[in-house]
């Protein structure tokens, strides 16, 4: 049985709909048609473990590499894992430090990671490839109701021309920031 479901992802290549299963720690896939789901990452109980997720919020599936970019909120890290793969790979937040409730998470056509970093009121930006992010959008650790600040982002989406989009929660707004 599904328990708090908190995002959604679309392969439009197959039709395939992924499902965060918020509350049973782990990623459902539900092929085109089909009711019945499979266990497509996590599903290992709560825990820190490379096959196991925490609490994962944001979903994006990335149709370059046929992987799903989780926001794995408990630990707090970024989670990449291909489909079909037993093990996740941890690509952004390895330290305890880098994010503080990942909730929403967005890739560019560069494979750059975009995290609405919901407990700290900002965008964290990673670079393909690497750990340490930068903070492009918000204050680390201030909240507030002007223009530079955010007050918990959940999601963050980007358009084609990868000027970024902020669900602005508790401001109840949604900021645009030009791509820099």
Not at 18 to 33: E, F, K, L, P, S
Not at 56 to 64: A, H, R, T, W
């Amino acid at each position: 049985m599904l328990s708090y479901l908190t995002a959604i992802a679309y392969d439009s290549q197959t039709n395939n709909l992924y499902i965060a299963d918020t509350g049973n720690h782990r990623v459902m896939q539900y092929q085109h048609g089909s009711s019945v789901g499979n266990v497509i990452a996590g599903g290992h109980g709560y825990g820190s473990n490379t096959s196991q997720l925490s609490t994962p919020y944001g979903l994006y599936f990335d149709v370059f590499s046929n992987s799903l970019v989780i926001c794995n909120a408990g630990m707090p890290r970024i989670v990449w894992w291909r489909i079909g793969d037993y093990n996740g790979t941890i690509v952004a937040g390895n330290d305890s430090t880098s994010l503080n409730y990942p909730f929403g998470v967005s890739v560019d056509p560069m494979g750059n990671i975009y995290v609405a970093d919901m407990g700290t009121h900002r965008i964290q930006f990673f670079r393909s490839g690497q750990f340490v992010g930068r903070t492009i959008a918000g204050i680390t650790g201030v909240n507030g109701t002007n223009a530079t600040v955010l007050n918990q982002p959940r999601w963050v989406t980007l358009d084609k021309q990868l000027n970024l989009y902020v669900s602005d929660t508790d401001n109840h707004r949604v900021q645009m920031f030009r791509r820099y």
